[in-house]
């Protein structure tokens, strides 16, 4: 796989970008066909084209499930019923979302061996809060040699009442897939509240479920015998949709995006419509016009749904040098995600970090240099900051980027950017 970009900066980006599925709902979604009955034959429809899908789909081949992408209509068809209760390491550790094949084998089979699973370098990423929900719903936990084995004291599981210490949206997915099939009416406290649960959610009620407040902080789940299958089509990534809108604002660009719910990014256009760039929105599609000379500093925290989503913050500290004035950035979901700044330094800007705040003095003009991305929201960050920068900047550590974003050179090509893949 590609994983060094060339990128020459300087240069406004203009014209229309369409947004993929969400990568972090079809991450959910797909364990959930794990609970799909046997004899079911599920269709998925705008699956984004990236590498976590071929992840995912290699580690439902190993459980029994045969999935089958068509990229060119963006659609996963997937037949076949779970036989297997262990993964491997070949697949698990390389997403962080395989964690959620605890939650649907659990489900189905009251049982699951498999390695930690991995996914971006951000910070500490426990699993106590999954562990606490297996624990109410009388499922053993033990950790042994870097792998996790669960085992129900009884089943089929029975339903039970959870509060999460912390809205952790994962944790929220895995008590989603476990209720769905346990006997009786389960709660959860405290649940997150982002639009990929409310999508989970949404699909496993069309298999069959009973989920009621997704999308609140009170979920209520009654149990079902049996799933039926999927027929779904994913929300456009949301997370994409920031990026080009911060892509569009930090070259001081213009341009729409489609495709995309700005519903889901209030906090992101808020925080820039503040700060002086131009949106409206008609008929679907976003218009962006950043051409003004200057921006309002910004003072942001990440927090959960519908707070500013920490998978954009790496992208506002690129925006927060071009703001006049001093730009303050917290993370409260990821307290240590600022790696980036260290590779921004190399660009010549200086920041200051203060445990999980980091700040920002602009103007500053970012400088081509060599850098590296070392998760997928820093390293399109940094592929941000090089079209700020004049001359040519080289960026290792692109496949982050290709783990989650489809076409994502391809795409800031057709808006007039000097980028190349090798
Ligand atoms: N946490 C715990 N214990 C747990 C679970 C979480 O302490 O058992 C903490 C985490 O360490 C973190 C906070 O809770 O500090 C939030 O973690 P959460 O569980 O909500 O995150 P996640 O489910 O692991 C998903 C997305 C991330 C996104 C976060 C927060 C997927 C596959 N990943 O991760 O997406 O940053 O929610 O919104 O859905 C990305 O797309 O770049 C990405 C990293």
Do not use: W
């Amino acid at each position: 796989m590609s994983n060094v970009v060339k990128i020459k900066g300087g240069v406004p980006l203009i014209g229309d970008v369409t947004i993929n599925g969400s990568k972090n709902a079809i991450s959910a979604i797909l364990p959930a066909a794990c609970l799909a009955k046997p004899g079911s034959h599920s269709v998925i429809k705008n699956v984004p084209d990236i590498s976590d899908i071929e992840t995912h789909c290699a580690i439902l081949k190993e459980i029994g499930i045969t999935a089958s992408f068509d990229r060119e209509h963006h659609t996963l068809t997937l037949s076949g019923s779970v036989e297997q209760v262990s993964l491997s390491e070949t697949n698990a550790p390389k997403i962080r979302a395989s964690n959620l094949y605890l939650g649907a084998l659990l489900a189905i089979k009251g049982e699951v061996h498999m390695p930690f699973c991995g996914g971006d370098q951000i910070g500490d990423r426990p699993l106590d809060i999954h562990f606490s929900i297996f624990h109410k719903f009388k499922i053993n936990t033990e950790i042994k040699d870097g792998h996790i084995n669960c085992l129900a004291t009884e089943f089929p599981l029975k339903a039970a009442t959870v509060y999460l210490r912390y809205p952790s949206v994962g944790a929220t997915e895995n008590a989603l897939l476990i209720a769905s099939l346990a006997e009786g009416t389960s709660y959860i406290y405290n649940a997150a509240c982002e639009p990929e649960i409310t999508d989970l959610a949404i699909t496993l009620n069309n298999m069959g479920a009973q989920i009621h407040g997704a999308g609140t902080p009170i979920i209520r789940v009654t149990g079902v015998s049996e799933l039926g299958s999927i027929s779904h089509e994913v929300i456009p990534d949301r997370l994409e949709y920031c990026t080009f809108l911060m892509a569009f604002a930090c070259t001081h660009g213009k341009g729409r995006i489609l495709g995309g719910i700005p519903e889901h990014s209030i906090s992101v256009l808020q925080t820039l419509i503040d700060s002086g760039v131009s949106i409206h929105f008609e008929d679907g599609i976003t218009y962006v016009d950043a051409t003004c000379d200057t921006y309002n500093p910004i003072n942001i925290s990440a927090l959960p749904y519908p707070g500013l989503p920490t998978d954009v913050q790496p992208l506002l500290a690129v925006f927060a040098t071009l703001c006049k004035g001093t730009s303050v950035i917290q993370d409260s979901v990821f307290k240590n995600r600022f790696g980036y700044a260290k590779e921004f330094s190399k660009m010549g800007i200086s920041s200051l970090h203060l445990y999980d705040h980091l700040c920002i003095n602009g103007p500053q003009q970012f400088k081509a240099a060599h850098v590296k991305g070392t998760d997928i929201r820093a390293a399109s960050s940094l592929v941000l900051a090089a079209l700020c920068a004049t001359s040519e900047t080289t960026l290792t550590g692109y496949s982050h980027v290709a783990r989650g974003y489809e076409n994502f050179v391809r795409k800031l090509h057709s808006l007039g950017a000097h980028i190349d893949l090798y």
